[in-house]
Each structure stands twice: as structure tokens, then as C-alpha cells.
């Protein structure tokens, strides 16, 4: 397999987390983002480099664009996996609130959207990890709304920027997923049991990232074994 230069966000934990290993396991040249940089500093790799970023900082966005232009001038695949989650009772969820979750969610995907795209051809690919909460029609939780209505926003914004760069590429689609055990649904929910791990949907995205844009463009596709 040829290798290619990923660009991954969220990277100190969860999917994030697995996703660096088993992509840097198969080749790949890895940037690993996260505002915690030492759990990837500490896997012994020479193919993943990372520093601290943190999606609502303008000039991180910077420290990315210099990384791409000294050491690789190209990226392959950009995977938008950072994420925030947030469980509380909407009439006591603040602006304060709502703009922290879109921060991170909505604008950060945006921006880091940006950021990578001069630097893409037209056979990159890029995938942003959405939820099924934020799928219209889907079952839905209270408790949720600051964050599923960004899952929400991200996936229309998946849509028009394929529609955008149809004739140019690269190629932009995003996973909608399931309940997966991570430290971030164990926060926002203790005691509940997740039927994926982390390593299971960061195999499935893994296999995605480098092929799924042969197949798809502008698409949204759920990710769960759940029904409805």
C-alpha cells in the first residue's frame, strides 16, 4: 500500500487515539492533533509526529499550515475526529455552553477544513466523524441538543463542501456513529455499555479514510448496529 500523509484531530484518547496506531502501524505518515499531546508522544513510531492543538486557537491552525509546508507538502487524508460532548437538561445549557460544543464541533472542523485544503489533490479525502444523534429522523436524547444539532450542522457542511469541490476534489464524506465505548461517553453517560469499542470503529474508519472516497463523495453514512 503506497503511504500517505494523515492528518488526524483528537488524537489523545478513544478512536483518535486508535486510529494513529493502526494507520501508522499500516505505513502512514501521521500528524496527531490533540490540546494532550503525551499519549501519542509515547508511542514509539517515527512515521507520527505531534504537538499540542487546540481547535479554538487561530494560531494552531498556523503551527499545522507551517508543519505541512516544511515536511510534506501534500496531505492525503484529513480526518476531522475531534470532538465535545456535552449531557444537560437544555433549558440549563447556556450561549456560553452551545458556543463551547460548536467551537469544537462545527467552527474547528471548519477552520481545520481550511487550513489542509491547499495542500490536497484531487484524490484526498477528507472524513469528519458525525453521530447519529445529529442524522435527521434518528432517535434522539435529552439532554443533547448543543451537541447533536452540531453533529447536525456538520454533516450539511460535508454535503456543500463536496458539492464545492466536485469538479477540483478532493472528495468529503462523513461517518455518522453509533454509541461507541470511549472515555467521553463514560463522562457524559457513567454506567452505560456502548456495543462497539474504540478499536473496532477506528478499524472501520482506518479502512474508510484510505478507500471510501474511491466509492463515495458528499455522502453521510450511519455507522451503528443499533436500530432503529
Known amino acids: 500500500m503506497e503511504s500517505k500523509n494523515i492528518i488526524i484531530t483528537g488524537t489523545s484518547r478513544g478512536i483518535g487515539f486508535e486510529l494513529v496506531h493502526l494507520l501508522a502501524s499500516q505505513g502512514h505518515n501521521i500528524l496527531a492533533l490533540s490540546r494532550n499531546e503525551q499519549p501519542v508522544s509515547n508511542l514509539n513510531f517515527d512515521n507520527i509526529f505531534s504537538f499540542s492543538f487546540d481547535l479554538s486557537k487561530s494560531e494552531d491552525y498556523t503551527k499545522v499550515e507551517n508543519y505541512i509546508k516544511k515536511e510534506w507538502k501534500q496531505v492525503d487524508v484529513l480526518i476531522n475526529n475531534a470532538g465535545a460532548l456535552l449531557n ?55 439532554g443533547l441538543s448543543a451537541y447533536s444539532s452540531s453533529k447536525g450542522a456538520v454533516i450539511t457542511l460535508t454535503e456543500l463542501l ?33 456495543p462497539t469499542t474504540a478499536l473496532e470503529m477506528a478499524k472501520y474508519i482506518a479502512d474508510f479514510s484510505i478507500n471510501g472516497n474511491k466509492y463515495f463523495n458528499g455522502k453521510l453514512l450511519q455507522v451503528s448496529n443499533s436500530t432503529p
Open 88 to 142: 444537560k437538561p437544555f433549558i440549563e445549557t447556556s450561549m456560553d455552553d452551545f458556543e463551547l460544543i460548536y467551537k469544537t464541533n462545527v467552527l474547528g472542523v471548519a477552520q481545520m477544513t481550511r487550513t489542509v485544503l491547499p495542500f490536497m489533490k484531487r484524490e484526498s479525502h477528507v472524513v469528519t466523524i458525525s453521530s447519529m444523534g445529529g442524522v435527521q429522523g434518528s432517535v434522539k436524547f435529552p
Open 162 to 194: 463536496a458539492e464545492e469541490y466536485k469538479e477540483t476534489g478532493p472528495s468529503f464524506n462523513v461517518l455518522a456513529l453509533g454509541a461507541v465505548q470511549t472515555e467521553m461517553l463514560a463522562e457524559a453517560f457513567p454506567g452505560y455499555q456502548a
